[in-house]
């Protein structure tokens, strides 16, 4: 499992709104850089026998078609809330090109919201060319997919109970506002962390900046790359030189190697 190759890309690394917002006359939603223009939160990993989704936020579609996905063996949840959820119907291609329903991994109370959102799916006699899924219920206990083997992380998205994965040496956090002891003890020695910092502001449901750095100081993973980013947070580039060594802004499309 250590030695395991594993490539991550960050599909989106926009708040719920994603940047520019609409309607919003920021320097930010202004930019001309690519790396301000930030689609909902989502990532994809790969390693030599396994393609894995974290989330499928309703930028799914345009986040296959720029980075090229075209098999996608799993869908790991973190939680229902639609900039997470809101672009399930999009798999349908990938079901046409695999031949077979998504396997879709997540706690019970998001399963549930799956099945009543895309209730058109769940019937007896589907609708035809519903997008079709293989539910999983997670809970903490690790779990296989293929080779790989998934260590949910408990994290709280202000009250709501929500779950990052570790997968080998990367984990993926995002929406969390608070991470116990026992499950930041699963977050050790870490290659590569992505966690997500809001703003530089404070925020009741999400790390702010401040926050997501204490948790990379007391983590002290190789590289930590942040995601879940507002408009707030001001531009890529005026941010990003900040930031300590080893830490930096994500941007849409940037591919992390371990
Ligand atoms: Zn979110
Ligand atoms: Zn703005």
């Known amino acids: 499992m250590a030695g395991v ?3 991550i890309r960050l599909l989106g690394t926009g708040t719920s709104q994603g940047t520019p917002v609409v309607g919003c006359h920021c320097a930010v939603c202004r930019s001309l850089d690519r790396h301000d223009k930030r689609l909902r939160a989502s990532a994809f990993i790969e390693t030599e026998h396994c393609a894995i989704l974290i989330d499928s936020g309703p930028d799914l579609r345009q986040q296959l078609l720029d980075n090229q996905i075209t098999k996608v063996d799993t869908i790991l949840l973190t939680h229902e809330h639609k900039d997470h959820l809101g672009g399930m119907d999009d798999i349908r291609p990938l079901n046409f090109m695999a031949h077979k329903p998504m396997d879709i991994y997540g706690l019970g109370r998001v399963l549930n919201v799956v099945k009543k959102d895309y209730d058109y799916a769940f019937k007896s ?14 809970s903490d206990v690790p779990f296989m997919i293929k080779d790989i083997e998934i260590i949910p992380v408990r994290v709280k998205h202000f009250s709501l109970p929500i779950l990052g994965y570790r997968i080998g040496n990367i984990a993926y956090i995002t929406d969390a506002s608070f991470i116990a002891e026992k499950e930041l003890s699963k977050l050790n020695g870490l290659k590569v962390l992505i966690i997500n ?26 590289r930590a790359f942040l995601t879940h980013i507002s408009h707030n947070m001001g531009c890529h580039a005026d941010i990003n030189s900040t930031l300590p060594k080893g830490v930096m802004l994500g941007f849409d499309g940037i591919v992390i190697e371990t």
């Open 5 to 7: 190759k594993i490539k």
């Open 125 to 138: 006699d589907p609708y035809p060319g519903a997008p079709e899924m293989q539910l999983h219920k997670v």
């Open 197 to 222: 910092a809001l703003r530089i502001k404070e925020h009741y449901s999400h790390f702010n900046l401040a926050q997501a750095l204490s948790i990379i100081e007391k983590l002290k993973p190789e």
